[in-house]
């Protein structure tokens, strides 16, 4: 099984971490995906987080 979260500007980190932390903890593969054309999204308090291609 595979999930995708999606991410904008200004996300929220603690639901994409939190999010991301159960599924992976019941072996489910989780895709971060940018909403932009930018592999760079910037978090509610300005964390940088580069997303792979």
Known sequence: M???LFL?????EGEE???TDILR???IAVD???IT????V???VKLLWKLIN
């Open 2 to 4: 595979k999930f995708a």
């Open 8 to 12: 904008a500007q200004g996300f929220e």
């Open 17 to 19: 971490v939190i999010t």
């Open 25 to 27: 903890r019941t072996n």
């Open 32 to 34: 971060l995906i940018s």
């Open 37 to 40: 054309n930018d592999l760079h």
């Open 42 to 44: 910037t978090s509610s």
